[in-house]
């Protein structure tokens, strides 16, 4: 088998191009020819996934139609928060591929993936309430991105036994990335394959693996979009998207070397807070009037961002001082004078912030829809599949049967939520009954979540036939909400000490610690 682009240079001329192209043709034949493994192509519609699915349908267009019998997968996936315009151009071009494809009898078969709704952005943030992705939490990729697409190829594992992912990484993206290709081929088993470590029997085909930036816009250039319609050509169109979002708006035709390109442009989520700014999208309103209508979705991003001392101070009031699970854990940091100080690990959103975020998702929504163009006018931010979803979980998940969802929703829109699951407006206690222990709680909140809890889920009990396991569940309304907050923090802290003290064999400590965990307070000396 031909490795048609080992030792490439950054700078090569169209007739290097032209020939590594042909080279690689023969590369892509060979290898689809020569087993029955189907073929599974990532498709995000940016410019290095671009080529390298045209380098694989050009490859198979020129084989004999006899010999395109084995089905090639063109998998994208739609996390619900891509940047707007690349969402409908992924979209767009799906149609355009599966059309063109049936058109020339060619066995390319277009997948758009979803993550499941409980994995969506907004159903874990508004819903769960999630905080923000930070590097130490970056719980957004595997839901969104990863799970998807795994889930597809596993299921064509079990179905043929094997598959070849084709990808259109490229080692030139980053030193990072080089290096892990460099260490998956280390491992090949075959010609240009490398095994999936993630995925077990799917292997790993990068035919631009050695290109770069230039390469990659010279062949676009070079090579028309064949899946284009009558008069198109995508690639064009795709080198505008990439100019747009350049903050100079300075794109050029790659000659040599000395010419920069804009392969610099990322385009993911909108919401990303692992990132300082959407340098993409700003690109694009600044560059084109006709996308100011976005910028309301930069408002909102930046409204999820906690970067600035004073918004991470704002994020920490607006989060629960106890982990998802209810439990209280401790973490030691540097106070303002640098002596250390153990303090609560910040939990997810508290309910009136995830109220507040559900507004302003809904808000930003209708504000776009008004000032975007006729083809974006029906844009979701938030899906009603989400929606559902979230005011499931509130209501059932965290007791909230005051049910702020379907107001909030009114407020915002004027139009009713509509909820079509048959239980959905079945309820003994509502708004009223929370705003009356609201009253009756005073300003303690962790008395007020205690009650509804011990009330709701007396009434998830109340219609079974069989009540077995309403004590246990009453018992563990107790475990997580009936201490103050002070006191609930206290006793993490005596928790602490009691494994710090049983660790180091001080029975004394632990006896005090043990007292602290069991009464509150240690054990008073006898006078």
């Known amino acids: 088998?031909?490795?048609?682009?080992?030792?490439?240079?950054?700078?090569?001329?169209?007739?290097?191009?032209?020939?590594?192209?042909?080279?690689?043709?023969?590369?892509?034949?060979?290898?689809?020819?020569?087993?029955?493994?189907?073929?599974?192509?990532?498709?995000?519609?940016?410019?290095?996934?671009?080529?390298?699915?045209?380098?694989?349908?050009?490859?198979?267009?020129?084989?004999?139609?006899?010999?395109?019998?084995?089905?090639?997968?063109?998998?994208?996936?739609?996390?619900?928060?891509?940047?707007?315009?690349?969402?409908?151009?992924?979209?767009?071009?799906?149609k355009q591929i599966k059309a063109a494809a049936r058109r020339r009898r060619l066995p390319f078969e277009p997948k758009l993936l979803i993550p499941e709704i409980k994995d969506t952005f907004w159903v874990n943030l508004i819903g769960k309430g999630y905080p923000a992705p930070r590097r130490k939490f970056r719980w957004c990729t595997e839901r969104l991105k990863i799970r998807p697409s795994n889930t597809f190829i596993r299921e064509q594992v079990r179905a043929s036994g094997e598959t070849i992912l084709v990808l259109g990484t490229r080692k030139s993206e980053s030193s990072k990335r080089a290096h892990s290709m460099a260490k998956h081929a280390r491992r090949r088993i075959r010609d240009r394959l490398s095994p999936n470590a993630a995925l077990p029997n799917s292997l790993i085909y990068s035919p631009i693996e050695d290109w770069s930036d230039q390469d990659v816009w010279l062949y676009l250039h070079t090579f028309p979009n064949p899946w284009s319609t009558k008069g198109k050509n995508l690639n064009k169109d795709l080198f505008q998207i990439y100019r747009g979002a350049t903050a100079d708006n300075d794109c050029p035709l790659v000659v040599d070397t000395s010419t920069p390109s804009c392969g610099g442009s990322r385009f993911g989520c909108w919401v990303c807070t692992l990132v300082d700014k959407d340098k993409s999208m700003e690109a694009m309103i600044l560059n084109d009037d006709e996308k100011s209508w976005m910028e309301p979705l930069l408002d909102l991003r930046d409204e999820l961002d906690f970067r600035t001392d004073e918004k991470r101070q704002k994020e920490r009031a607006n989060r629960d001082f106890r982990r998802m699970s209810g439990r209280v854990e401790l973490f030691e940091h540097r106070g303002d004078n640098g002596e250390p100080t153990i303090a609560p690990i910040p939990g997810p959103y508290i309910k009136a912030w995830r109220e507040e975020l559900l507004r302003k998702v809904l808000t930003t929504q209708e504000q776009v829809r008004q000032l975007a163009p006729y083809e974006m006018k029906t844009i979701e931010l938030i899906s009603q599949e989400e929606l559902l979803e979230i005011r499931r979980i509130w209501r059932e998940d965290k007791h909230e049967f005051d049910d702020s969802l379907p107001r909030i929703y009114y407020e915002v829109t004027g139009q009713r939520f509509q909820d079509p699951r048959p239980t959905s407006d079945t309820s003994h206690l509502g708004s009223d009954e929370w705003a009356i222990l609201q009253d009756l709680c005073g300003d303690d909140p962790l008395y007020l979540e205690l009650i509804t809890k011990l009330l709701d889920t007396e009434r998830k009990f109340h219609t079974k036939s069989h009540r077995t396991g309403i004590?246990?569940?009453?018992?563990?309304?107790?475990?997580?909400?009936?201490?103050?907050?002070?006191?609930?923090?206290?006793?993490?802290?005596?928790?602490?000490?009691?494994?710090?003290?049983?660790?180091?064999?001080?029975?004394?400590?632990?006896?005090?610690?043990?007292?602290?965990?069991?009464?509150?307070?240690?054990p008073q000396a006898n006078p």
């Not at 087993?35 to 490859?59: F, H």
Request: charged share 20%; net charge negative.
């Open 1 to 94: 088998m031909v490795a048609a682009t080992d030792n490439l240079s950054p700078g090569r001329s169209v007739t290097e191009l032209l020939a590594d192209v042909e080279a690689l043709t023969a590369e892509i034949q060979a290898l689809y020819t020569l087993d029955d493994i189907p073929w599974i192509v990532g498709y995000s519609g940016g410019k290095d996934s671009s080529a390298t699915l045209q380098l694989v349908w050009n490859a198979i267009a020129a084989l004999p139609r006899k010999e395109c019998q084995k089905p090639i997968h063109v998998i994208s996936t739609d996390t619900r928060v891509e940047n707007p315009i690349i969402s409908a151009w992924v979209k767009e071009s799906q």
């Open 471 to 522: 004590y246990k569940e009453l018992a563990a309304c107790f475990e997580t909400s009936a201490l103050p907050k002070a006191a609930a923090i206290q006793q993490a802290e005596a928790i602490r000490d009691m494994k710090q003290a049983q660790d180091q064999s001080d029975l004394p400590a632990f006896q005090n610690a043990w007292a602290k965990v069991k009464f509150g307070q240690p």
